[in-house]
Nanobody, 120 residues
């Protein structure tokens, strides 16, 4: 089992910044990927940024140049630095991890989510 706990959400003005954190614990070995997703009311959950096996980082086109994904392996923590925020960034943000449970079997784990609201 992998346990993920997000923090750092809140209310921010358009153009402002927030930094989200996600601490992983439990069976954190054999993680193939970690990343951030978000879901706005009435919309499907979408990928924001991920880091995959081989340390390749991918960003959604809507956040490129504004959001930065980073990790601290010693602390088992990932971060999402969000700058130049827009009202359309308003969503619940979820931390995600993909773990190889056994050979050929992968499982997704999700945090509880943290609310981010961008409004004046």
């Amino acid at each position: 089992q992998v346990h993920l706990v997000e923090s750092g959400g809140g209310l921010v003005q358009p153009g402002g910044s927030l930094r989200l954190s996600c601490a992983a614990s439990g069976s954190i070995s054999r993680l193939n990927a970690m990343g951030w997703y978000r879901q706005a009311p009435g919309k499907q959950r979408e990928l924001v940024a991920t880091i995959t096996s081989g340390d390749s980082t991918n960003y959604a086109d809507s956040v490129k140049g504004r959001f930065t994904f980073s990790s601290d392996n010693a602390k088992n923590t990932i971060y999402l630095q969000m700058n130049s925020m827009k009202p359309e960034d308003t969503a619940v943000y979820y931390c995600n991890a993909v773990r190889l449970e056994r050979v050929g079997i992968r499982r997704n784990y999700w945090g509880q989510g943290t609310q981010v609201t961008v409004s004046s």
